[in-house]
């Protein structure tokens, strides 16, 4: 009877957690490693996942409770009193709204080598929860500091908790390393980071931060240096910044991938340009919502509506943002993109304050948005043909795909068919 109520009380999902502690499913695994714990086989690949957006909700409870983090007000320290502060709420009106989250829950865990390492072992077996196969995920070494550790120290910490992860869960992780825009200071240090990190699966770097007012000349040099070292390159450009700066990202800065980038609707030459040269774009379509990044192309007479999230195919108490619902076929700019075939995906950027989680935006995409399931099975693809990866790695990846999407016996009836 005790042993009962213990387990009762271990699968209570706290409210606002969308991911429930798994530390039963990691003892199953213990003795078979390297397995995936979603419900279908692994079959997703993700690209725009910030780590430090990352952080399981119960987690940071955890965390803050240890640390005695005190609310304002004196307010009690519970977890529906602490959730506000990290998520955004059903309806957030601006990007400035979603990013003030930070400042409150990345010190709960910045400067600290044990939660850095936990919060990188959790995020993979998270990723493995939601059958993501290969995923990149990206951070601010620099932020993680806390003014305590280097950041070389930060990337250790986290590079051990992701190893550790891997060893237990089917799911392959790279990093990449976020310059900041409104610290130039930082960008070349980065870079000599990502040089030196190369070998312990830091893959490129990024430029994140405040796209609008921040203008991205002062970090041409480190880019440029990046070029020089053969490092990928990957910016946040055209989410809430304008067309321009879309283009600076890929005539100044060489990115090879461009994160958000929904302006380029705008500009039918570089929406043109960045077709023809097959530059990836990272779409992070709840985010987008969130942050207000794509109001401009909302018709006026969508609803919105608010969700509650699903878990193992049951509606929870957990809301989600309002959905976006319009009678007009194209109002996002992913219609455009998926319309014209432009090499796009689907990630979640932060689902620490969005609430979300991948599968859930690929739902979102295909009953609100209208994407056909033949266009989210070729967001999975041209993640996978878009990693920064070595071209035998993606070959390995793209297999390994298609043998999850393709029954078998259809794959061998077509492969010596010539005629396809
Ligand atoms: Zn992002």
């Known amino acids: 009877m005790e042993n009962q109520t213990s387990d009762v009380e271990e699968n209570k999902i706290l409210p606002g957690t969308l991911i429930d502690s798994t530390e039963k499913i990691a003892q199953n695994l213990s003795s078979q490693r390297r397995r995936s714990v979603s419900y279908n086989q692994a079959s997703l690949v993700e690209l725009h996942i910030h780590l430090d957006g990352s952080f399981r909700h119960s987690t940071l409870f ?5 640390k005695g983090l005190k609310l304002v007000n004196d307010m009690e320290l519970t977890i529906e009193n602490f959730l506000p ?19 409150f829950f990345t010190p709960i865990v910045a400067g600290d080598v044990e939660a850095l390492e936990r919060v990188a072992y959790e995020f993979v077996e998270d990723q493995a929860i939601q059958g993501v196969l290969y995923t990149e995920t990206r951070y601010s070494p620099h932020y993680l500091t806390a003014d305590k550790l280097q950041p070389g120290e930060v990337i250790e910490a986290i590079n051990c908790g992701l190893r550790r992860g891997m060893k237990e869960y089917d799911v392959d992780v790279r990093t990449i390393l976020c310059c900041v825009r409104q610290n130039p200071e930082w960008s070349m240090e980065i870079v000599k980071l990502a040089d030196q990190y190369r070998s312990a699966g830091v893959v490129a770097i990024d430029l994140a931060g405040d796209e609008h007012n921040y203008p991205i000349d002062p970090h041409i040099p480190a880019f440029k240096h990046a070029v020089e070292l053969g490092i990928h390159r990957t910016i946040h450009a055209g989410e809430t910044g304008s067309v321009e700066s879309v283009r ?22 570089l929406y043109d340009y960045i077709r023809r040269n097959d530059i990836h774009i990272e779409c992070c379509l709840t985010s987008s919502i969130q942050t207000n990044a794509i109001a401009k192309y909302i018709p006026v007479d969508s609803e919105k509506r608010e969700k509650n999230f699903i878990l193992n195919g049951q509606e929870t108490k957990t809301r989600l943002h309002s959905h976006i619902r319009s009678k007009k076929e194209i109002w996002h700019p992913i219609h455009h993109f998926a319309r014209d075939s432009l090499n796009f995906s689907l990630s979640c950027d932060d689902p620490s304050v969005s609430q979300i989680t991948i599968e859930h935006e690929y739902e979102h995409a295909l009953a609100d948005l209208k994407l056909s399931p033949a266009q989210l099975a070729q967001c999975v ?3 996978a043909r878009s990693a920064f990866l ?3 790695e993606k070959k390995l990846l793209v297999q390994r795909l298609v043998a999850r999407y393709i029954p078998i016996g259809i794959l061998q009836d077509h492969l010596h068919d010539t005629s396809i």
């Open 62 to 66: 955890d965390l803050a409770q240890k």
């Open 85 to 103: 502060y990290v998520c955004v709420k059903t309806v957030c009106t601006s990007l400035a709204e979603f990013l003030e989250k930070f400042p």
């Open 248 to 269: 600076q990202a890929i005539e100044l800065c060489h990115a090879e991938r461009i994160g958000h980038g929904y302006t380029i609707v705008d500009d039918p030459l």
């Open 381 to 383: 693809f041209n993640a």
């Open 390 to 392: 070595t071209n035998t």
